[in-house]
């Protein structure tokens, strides 16, 4: 089955400075790659998501990239803030709408002001 | 009102005890999931549920057993708990469509003792 690897597992950053995250995956035939937030005491929030068929979608300051031949995608955050810190999740799927996600272990950022 | 309610929110059992976590959802999508969280293991999927008809093991369905009642609800039972299952354990939504992804509850916090 699928296995998402995400890295790395804490991130400190300076306030405004851009944040990077990146899964791998090892199934060839996933196709949607979300995204998720999750803010203290509260459930996962999806923030972002990409389909197989497109390399680069942005949301404003967030942004994520996926590379199929390399099986792996990105999670960009720029100009951090403070409210950004959280755990962030990747996930993906190989068959969209009939296979449940299968979750990275999940990254802790922290946005020092 | 949440659109996914998980209850209890908090639950401190003994170790042998039979327990129920209840999920109900007012989005009215046709797919339920369970996840557990553990510190560093990210989001491991339990019990999953396209219909009422329908019910699927997950990754770690050991010592768990899951029940759907209604479209908008899934309840999920230990029926003998153990230490090694506390954690936070949270519910989920998806449609088929799944253009807006899971939905998630606030979680309940499980601890067995």
């Known amino acids: 089955g699928e296995n998402v690897e995400q890295h790395p597992s804490t991130l400190s950053v300076q306030e405004g400075d851009s944040a990077v995250i990146k899964c791998t995956y090892s199934?060839?035939?996933?196709?949607?790659f979300p995204w998720y937030k999750q803010e203290l005491g509260k459930g996962p929030q999806l923030i972002i998501d990409?389909?197989?068929?497109?390399g680069e979608k942005k949301d404003q300051r967030i942004a994520v990239t996926l590379n199929k031949t390399a099986k792996h995608f990105s999670l960009h955050i720029t100009e951090t803030q403070p409210e950004d810190s959280a755990v962030y999740f990747c996930?993906?799927?190989?068959?969209?709408?009939?296979?449940?996600?299968?979750f990275g272990k999940g990254t802790r950022l922290s946005v020092i002001a | 009102d949440a659109d996914v309610t998980q209850t209890p929110r908090n639950r401190i059992t003994k170790t042998g005890k039979r327990i129920m976590l209840e999920c109900s959802q007012t989005k009215g999508h046709d797919r339920m999931y369970w996840y557990r969280q553990d510190p560093g293991l990210g989001l491991r999927l339990i019990y999953y549920s396209f219909d009422v008809k329908d019910i699927n093991k997950g990754e770690i369905s050991d010592g768990y057993s899951v029940s759907r009642q209604a479209q908008a609800k899934f309840s999920l039972s230990l029926e003998s708990a153990i230490p090694n299952q506390t954690a936070l354990y949270f519910c989920?939504?998806?449609?088929?469509?799944?253009?807006?992804?899971?939905?998630f509850g606030s979680g309940t916090r499980l601890t067995v003792v």
């Open positions: 996930a993906a799927t190989p068959n969209s709408g009939n296979t449940p996600l299968v």
């Open positions: 199934d060839s035939a996933s196709n949607y």
């Open positions: 990409i389909r197989s068929n497109v």
């Open positions: 989920a939504t998806s449609d088929l469509n799944r253009q807006i992804g899971y939905t």
